[in-house]
């Protein structure tokens, strides 16, 4: 991950100056940028960094990591790669895969000098090199190791799994701290919705469930949707025997509520070589393979 507090507005302008000719746009974005934070009433001047929390602020990030790192990336990839280099990036998040440990080390020594040149740095938590992918189990268990390290990216824990015919599967696991923020909020809104008619929760919890099912429904993903789907059940369970001292709520009346309101827990993702194929098939060559491509997207 990138830290973006010390973006320099010089070098942004810029980049912005490659695509937009238009001087009173250019103008614009550095009002925006110079505008300030107020915080207890007291004006703060910004002379770096980008708008915390305004809409452009993932905009012009994005602008300015393009510039950063994407074209430098893909040409130290061409370059000064020996092997294959895998390059995804979506904001600030950043997950990049080698063949050859050597050039990972390269990679992130050579990626620190370049954003210390524009003002970036890399997380100090959270940017580490760790073995993974096809042969970093059986590799480590040679060295007397435990299993692989897993990786988070975009919500999901990052698996080196084995399939059930012993091969290499990457597996993806909805994010634990992350479950348990949403199960927190679907618990602090069901206190306001107390007194609401149970079809009223029951179209209310559908919507959430359905939409978190929308995102993290991933293949190999479905005990991580079932746990959740478990969890909210028993949310509303609480929820609506706190209702009454008398109340009634069993789980056999539970377990219908659950079938009659709360989406089931399935994959509804295609799986990535299914989904890659169907919609690039041309792409280029080994499209069935991970391709070493760089994915650039906005803010989470």
Request: glycine fraction near 8%; include cysteine.
């Amino acid at each position: 991950m990138v830290s973006f507090d010390t973006v320099s507005h010089d070098w942004l302008i810029r980049f912005l100056e490659h695509r937009i000719g238009d001087r009173r746009v250019l103008r614009l974005i550095g009002k925006w940028l110079t505008a300030g934070a107020m915080e207890d009433g007291v004006v703060t001047a910004t002379e770096e960094g980008t708008p915390q929390g305004s809409v452009i602020s993932p905009l012009l990030a994005n602008i300015y990591l393009h510039y950063v790192f994407d074209l430098w990336a893909n040409r130290w990839r061409n370059r000064r790669a020996e092997g294959n280099v895998v390059i995804v990036r979506y904001a600030d998040d950043i997950v990049v895969g080698f063949a050859k440990a050597y050039d990972a080390k390269r990679f992130k020594r050579d990626m620190q000098q370049r954003l210390e040149q524009f003002a970036l740095e890399l997380h100090p938590e959270k940017t580490r090199l760790i073995e993974f992918g096809r042969f970093a189990a059986e590799n480590r268990a040679g060295r007397g190791l435990g299993k692989p390290e897993t990786f988070n990216f975009l919500g999901f824990t990052h698996i080196s799994g084995r399939a059930k015919d012993g091969k290499f599967m990457l597996r993806r696991r909805s994010r634990r701290d992350r479950m348990q923020a949403k199960l927190r909020e679907i618990k602090e809104e069901l206190r306001r919705r107390w007194h609401q008619s149970i079809s009223e929760q029951g179209r209310w919890l559908r919507r959430v469930v359905q939409g978190y099912f929308n995102y993290h429904a991933v293949p190999t993903n479905t005990p991580a949707l079932r746990t959740f789907r478990a969890h909210v059940t028993d949310l509303w369970r609480r929820a609506l025997r706190r209702r009454s001292q008398k109340d009634g709520t069993t789980w056999a009346l539970m377990k219908r509520l659950e079938r009659d309101w709360l989406p089931p827990a399935r994959v509804l993702h295609p799986w990535p070589v299914v989904r890659f194929t169907a919609k690039h098939p041309r792409q280029e060559p080994g499209a069935r393979i991970a391709h070493a491509g760089i994915c650039a997207g906005g803010a989470q």
